[in-house]
């Protein structure tokens, strides 16, 4: 298989999958906002709805091609997206210092 078709192939798979992510995604819009009309737990939905949006830039500047296309990039990239995400095994470092 020449070099081309493997490209192309990793390319349509690419384009698949950040496609079927943007399809999740607005499906999770849509349940945020249905959710939100109830107005339970307000604080913790919005924080949904700013990982969602997020995420959703993510994908757009994997489609815009902002990440080196040599780099596997797979569905674990998203939990690092949370800005209070502390790696496992770690706790947080305490207010007013660094580590």
């Known amino acids: 298989m020449s070099p081309q078709i493997t490209t192309a192939r990793r390319a349509a798979a690419r384009a698949s999958w950040l496609g079927k992510l943007s399809e999740a995604l607005d ?28 995420i959703r830039a993510e994908i757009d500047a994997l489609r815009l091609g902002r990440f080196n ?3 596997e990039v797979g569905p674990e990239w998203s939990i690092l997206l949370a800005s209070n995400h502390t790696p496992c095994g770690t706790s947080p470092p305490p207010p007013n210092s660094s580590r």
């Not at 849509?30 to 997020?54: F, N």
């Open 27 to 54: 499906i999770a819009d849509k349940l945020t906002v249905e959710l939100s009309r109830e107005a339970r737990h307000v604080e913790a939905l919005a924080a949904l709805a700013a990982r969602i949006a997020l």
């Open 69 to 71: 296309p040599a780099d």
